[in-house]
C-alpha cells in the first residue's frame, strides 16, 4: 500500500497541470476583453427580418416581449414576429394573437427548442427572409435590437450574438448568480473571444443568423438539446465567427430557485456533451488538415464538462493525498478535511473576486445583489455534481421552466 500515496500526489498533479493549462487559455481570451468590440456602424434599415419565438406554456410572459418588438427603432415592415406554440396546455397563441404576434403552430412532435426553430424555418423560409433572430418568450428587447443587428449584417455579419442583460437580478439569490453568470459571459467569454479575434458564442437568445449563412449550412439542421451551441460549431466548422453585438441588448427572465437553476444548468452541461460528441471528431479533423485559432478555441469551449468533472475529481484526489499522508486514522480525515476545506475556501475567494470585477467592469453594483455575490462561488460549485450526473445521464428532452415575471428589467439603483 505504500504506493498509494505517491500515485494520489501524482494524479493530483496530472489533473493540476492539466487543468491549468485550460484555465490559462481562458485568463488570456478573457482578457482580450480589453479591446474594444468593433463598431459597426450606422446603416439604413435595409435588413428584412424573420422573428422566432418559440413559446411552451407562456401566456403569462409572452405580452411584454411583443410589445417591446412592436415598439423597434426600426421599420414595422421589414420585420413580423412569429410566435411558435408548442406543446402548450395554455392560451399563449391568443395571447400572442392579441398582442400583435403572428402565429405558427408547431404541428409536429418536438423534444427541443432546436425542433421547433427547424420547423418554424423550414415553413417560413419561402417568406425571403433575410436573417432570423431568435428570442425566449420570456424576454424583453431593447429598442434599438433590430437596428443594431441591421448594422452588423450590412458590415459582413453573417452570424450574431448580443448583449445578454437580466431582467430580474434582486429577485432572489439564484437570480442574482445567473444575472452575474450572464455578465461574465458577456464581458469575458463574448467580449474576449471577440477581442482575441475568434468567434464568439450563439447563447440561445437575443442572436441573429443570416439567410446567407443558413444556405452555406444547408438550413436550419440542429439536433441536439443545445440548439445554440450547435449553431456555433456549425458556423465555426463553416471557416465563419459568431460576431458580438453589445449594444443589441435582450432581458432575460433568471431562474429564482436552485430547482430551476438545477433543470436549467443540467440542459446545458447534457447539451454540451451532446454537442461535443458529435462535432469535436470534425473540429479535430479539420484543424489537422488547416489548422485554425478559432477551431482550437470553440475545441478548449467543448471540453468545458470534462474540465468541471476533472475539477470534481481533483477536489477529491487532493483531500484523499493529503489523508494518506496521515499517521492515524483521525490524522488521515483531518488533513483530507483541511485539504477540501482550503480547496473550497480559494474557490470561493476567487469566484468571488472574479464577480465583483464583472459588476465593476459591467456597472452593474447594487446593494440589491449581495445575496447573489455571497452564493456566486455555490452557484458554480454546484455546477460539478450536475456535470457530473450529466455525464452519467444526459438530458434529451427539453424541460419545462415555467416563467411568470411580467415586469420590465429591474434596472441598478432603482
Given at each position: 500500500?505504500?504506493?498509494?500515496?505517491?500515485?494520489?500526489?501524482a494524479?493530483?498533479g496530472t489533473m493540476?497541470?492539466?487543468?491549468?493549462l485550460?484555465?490559462l487559455?481562458?485568463?488570456?481570451?478573457?482578457?482580450?476583453c480589453v479591446?474594444r468590440?468593433?463598431?459597426?456602424g450606422?446603416?439604413?434599415?435595409?435588413?428584412k427580418f424573420?422573428v422566432?419565438?418559440?413559446a411552451r406554456?407562456e401566456?403569462l410572459?409572452?405580452?411584454p416581449?411583443?410589445?417591446s418588438l412592436?415598439?423597434q427603432?426600426?421599420?414595422?415592415?421589414l420585420?413580423?414576429?412569429?410566435v411558435?406554440p408548442?406543446?402548450?396546455?395554455?392560451?399563449t397563441a391568443?395571447?400572442?394573437?392579441n398582442?400583435?404576434?403572428?402565429?405558427?403552430?408547431c404541428?409536429?412532435p418536438?423534444?427541443s427548442?432546436?425542433e421547433v426553430?427547424?420547423f418554424a424555418y423550414?415553413?417560413l423560409r419561402g417568406?425571403r427572409?433575410?436573417?432570423?433572430?431568435?428570442?425566449?418568450?420570456?424576454?424583453?428587447?431593447?429598442?434599438?435590437f433590430?437596428?443594431?443587428?441591421n448594422?452588423?449584417?450590412?458590415?459582413?455579419?453573417l452570424a450574431?450574438q448580443?448583449y445578454?442583460?437580466?431582467?430580474?437580478?434582486?429577485?432572489?439569490?439564484?437570480?442574482?448568480c445567473?444575472?452575474?453568470?450572464?455578465w461574465?459571459m458577456?464581458?469575458f467569454?463574448?467580449?474576449?473571444?471577440?477581442g482575441?479575434g475568434v468567434?464568439?458564442?450563439?447563447?440561445?437568445t437575443g442572436?441573429?443568423?443570416t439567410?446567407?449563412?443558413?444556405?452555406?449550412l444547408g438550413?436550419?439542421?440542429?439536433e441536439?438539446i443545445?440548439?445554440?451551441l450547435?449553431l456555433?460549431?456549425?458556423?465555426?466548422?463553416?471557416?465563419e465567427k459568431?460576431?458580438?453585438?453589445p449594444?443589441?441588448?435582450?432581458?432575460?427572465?433568471?431562474?429564482?430557485t436552485?430547482?430551476?437553476?438545477f433543470t436549467q444548468r443540467?440542459?446545458?452541461?447534457?447539451?454540451t456533451l451532446?454537442v461535443?460528441q458529435?462535432?469535436?471528431?470534425e473540429l479535430g479533423?479539420?484543424?489537422?488538415?488547416k489548422?485554425?485559432l478559432?477551431l482550437?478555441d470553440?475545441?478548449?469551449?467543448?471540453?468545458?464538462p470534462?474540465?468541471?468533472?476533472?475539477?470534481?475529481?481533483?477536489?477529491?484526489?487532493?483531500?484523499?493525498?493529503a489523508?494518506l499522508?496521515?499517521?492515524?486514522l483521525?490524522?488521515a480525515l483531518?488533513?483530507g478535511?483541511?485539504a477540501?476545506c482550503?480547496n473550497?475556501?480559494w474557490?470561493?475567494?476567487?469566484?468571488?473576486?472574479?464577480?465583483?470585477?464583472?459588476l465593476?467592469l459591467?456597472?452593474k453594483?447594487?446593494r440589491?445583489l449581495?445575496k447573489g455575490?455571497?452564493?456566486y462561488?455555490?452557484?458554480l460549485l454546484?455546477?460539478?455534481?450536475?456535470t457530473?450526473?450529466?455525464?452519467?445521464k444526459?438530458?434529451?428532452?427539453w424541460?419545462?421552466?415555467?416563467?411568470?415575471?411580467?415586469?420590465?428589467?429591474?434596472?441598478?439603483?432603482?
Amino acid at each position: 500500500m505504500d504506493w498509494l500515496f505517491p500515485a494520489a500526489l501524482a494524479l493530483t498533479g496530472t489533473m493540476g497541470v492539466l487543468m491549468s493549462l485550460w484555465g490559462l487559455w481562458y485568463l488570456v481570451s478573457g482578457l482580450a476583453c480589453v479591446r474594444r468590440p468593433m463598431d459597426y456602424g450606422f446603416h439604413p434599415a435595409r435588413t428584412k427580418f424573420a422573428v422566432l419565438i418559440a413559446a411552451r406554456n407562456e401566456e403569462l410572459v409572452v405580452g411584454p416581449l411583443i410589445n417591446s418588438l412592436l415598439m423597434q427603432d426600426y421599420p414595422a415592415e421589414l420585420y413580423d414576429i412569429w410566435v411558435i406554440p408548442n406543446n402548450c396546455t395554455d392560451n399563449t397563441a391568443l395571447a400572442a394573437r392579441n398582442c400583435g404576434a403572428k402565429v405558427l403552430e408547431c404541428t409536429v412532435p418536438v423534444k427541443s427548442k432546436g425542433e421547433v426553430l427547424r420547423f418554424a424555418y423550414n415553413r417560413l423560409r419561402g417568406r425571403r427572409y433575410d436573417a432570423w433572430l431568435v428570442f425566449d418568450a420570456d424576454n424583453v428587447v431593447d429598442s434599438r435590437f433590430l437596428a443594431e443587428m441591421n448594422n452588423a449584417r450590412l458590415a459582413g455579419v453573417l452570424a450574431a450574438q448580443g448583449y445578454r442583460d437580466s431582467k430580474n437580478p434582486y429577485d432572489t439569490a439564484v437570480s442574482g448568480c445567473s444575472s452575474i453568470y450572464y455578465w461574465m459571459m458577456d464581458r469575458f467569454h463574448n467580449g474576449g473571444k471577440t477581442g482575441l479575434g475568434v468567434s464568439a458564442m450563439i447563447g440561445g437568445t437575443g442572436f441573429m443568423v443570416t439567410q446567407k449563412l443558413l444556405d452555406r449550412l444547408g438550413g436550419w439542421r440542429t439536433e441536439t438539446i443545445s440548439e445554440d451551441l450547435e449553431l456555433t460549431a456549425q458556423t465555426v466548422l463553416a471557416g465563419e465567427k459568431v460576431a458580438y453585438v453589445p449594444k443589441a441588448i435582450t432581458y432575460d427572465e433568471q431562474p429564482l430557485t436552485w430547482e430551476q437553476s438545477f433543470t436549467q444548468r443540467r440542459r446545458w452541461s447534457s447539451g454540451t456533451l451532446q454537442v461535443a460528441q458529435r462535432y469535436l471528431s470534425e473540429l479535430g479533423e479539420q484543424q489537422t488538415r488547416k489548422p485554425r485559432l478559432a477551431l482550437f478555441d470553440f475545441e478548449a469551449t467543448l471540453l468545458l464538462p470534462a474540465y468541471q468533472l476533472s475539477a470534481l475529481a481533483g477536489l477529491v484526489c487532493t483531500a484523499l493525498a493529503a489523508s494518506l499522508g496521515g499517521r492515524s486514522l483521525l490524522q488521515a480525515l483531518a488533513l483530507g478535511l483541511t485539504a477540501a476545506c482550503g480547496n473550497l475556501a480559494w474557490a470561493a475567494l476567487t469566484a468571488t473576486a472574479a464577480a465583483g470585477v464583472v459588476l465593476t467592469l459591467e456597472h452593474k453594483w447594487d446593494r440589491r445583489l449581495w445575496k447573489g455575490l455571497c452564493a456566486y462561488w455555490l452557484f458554480l460549485l454546484t455546477w460539478l455534481p450536475i456535470t457530473a450526473v450529466s455525464f452519467w445521464k444526459k438530458t434529451t428532452v427539453w424541460e419545462e421552466i415555467r416563467h411568470t415575471r411580467t415586469m420590465a428589467p429591474q434596472l441598478p439603483g432603482r
